[in-house]
């Protein structure tokens, strides 16, 4: 009889287990830990220049993300969201945000992200509310999938937008990857999750890839060099004569 490892689920991989609890549970497991500080190096296609850029992200569980970005070691930008919502400045144009996550949810052009869907989606867990009555649940050779039924309508601020949803799981249940596309107009929005690690009984993404699909086609990816559970300062105001964008 083969020894479990400390790492493993308790999901058999060896028969099928469509619309099984187990998996459901396991896939919507909160996170445990208290905070983490992550550097990451980002890089992001949008049509215009960017430099790549040097980040850390850190996250207090369930009550913050601060973010600082540096491109060629000077301070590029600062952020910070909470479940009341985001803000940031930029200080390559002097310019700040302050705004609920209407903000974030037009960027990735979706209409669902709050501060949860935020957090779950940085660090590679299940984001989207799924059930076993609403998705397909498959296995395959590389683990699962889960596959809406039919298209899922997702209200937010009085505006409902529809999504068809597909995502990956690995046979240890990590996510691999999510594509949700809009039937209307056939946008995407689809994001790669690699390269894991185990840290404190829990699996974290090193590589994380969004690409955003629209009008035009805009590519983010993530490459986490170093986790640190320890707690730190995060200070976040905005520099004087900086100007407010509005979010049209």
């Known amino acids: 009889m083969q020894k479990k490892t400390a790492t493993e689920l308790p999901v058999s991989t060896t028969k099928p287990i469509e619309n099984n609890a187990q998996f459901f549970s396991t896939i ?61 400045y930029y200080k390559l144009d002097k310019t700040y945000i302050d705004s609920d996550f209407g903000y974030l949810n037009k960027l990735l052009n979706v209409n669902f992200i709050d501060y949860n869907a935020l957090q ?27 596959s809406s039924k039919q298209s899922q309508k997702i209200t937010e601020n009085g505006k409902t937008t529809e999504y068809n949803v597909s995502l990956d799981y690995d046979k240890d249940l990590n996510l691999n990857h999510v594509l949700l596309t809009n039937p209307q107009n056939n946008d ?19 590589s994380v890839k969004i690409i955003i699909k629209a009008k035009k086609t805009d590519e983010i990816l993530i490459e986490n060099t170093k986790f640190d559970f320890s707690r730190m300062e995060t200070t976040y105001s905005v520099p004087a004569n900086y100007t407010k964008t509005e979010i049209k």
Not at 189 to 204: A, K, V
């Open 188 to 206: 995407q929005l689809e994001i790669t999750y690699s390269n894991r690690e185990i840290l404190n009984n829990e699996s974290f993404p090193k």
């Open 28 to 88: 919507g497991k909160k996170s445990t830990f208290d905070a983490v500080k992550i550097n990451s190096k980002i890089d992001a296609k949008t049509g215009s220049f960017i430099p790549t850029l040097d980040a850390v992200i850190y996250v207090e569980n369930g009550q913050k993300i601060w973010m600082n970005l540096v491109a060629v070691i000077l301070q590029a930008a600062r952020g910070v969201a909470t479940p009341e919502g985001i803000k940031g």
């Open 120 to 146: 779950n989606l940085l660090l590679g867990k299940t984001f989207l509310p799924v059930s076993d009555n609403q998705y397909q649940l498959t296995q395959n050779d590389q683990g699962f999938n889960l």
